[in-house]
């Protein structure tokens, strides 16, 4: 997220914390255990999308769809977010494994 954030320098991409104490103020329809489950994007034009669906749209606001395009393609799309969906129910325990450090729930982008 902090490569995506340095990436995007015409500040295409709005960037939330689910923890904030005003999230569910400012983001009603958004269910905060929901949003720690499966990654949400909101569209420019008001449509909610989901898990890799997000990440390709943010990736594309910055020039670099190309890099997960393949993600989307069909035949790879539905193998792709089952493996997202793996990855994001045990993101804390890989965290850990790979940094020694488990993912802390308030994380900052600005770090």
Known sequence: MRHL???DKQGKI???????DN????FP???VTEANRILHGLTPDGKMIYGLDVTYAAWSAVGRGWLVAPL???G????ADKG????????NALS?????????????LDE
């Open 72 to 74: 989307r393609w069909p």
């Open 14 to 20: 709005q960037f939330e914390s689910i923890w904030a």
């Open 5 to 7: 954030k340095a990436l």
């Open 76 to 79: 790879i799309r539905w193998l």
């Open 96 to 108: 850990k494994l790979i940094t020694g450090k488990e993912r802390c729930l308030p994380c900052s």
């Open 29 to 31: 329809a958004i269910d």
């Open 23 to 26: 999230f569910s103020v400012r």
């Open 84 to 91: 997202y969906l793996g990855f994001a129910r045990h993101r």
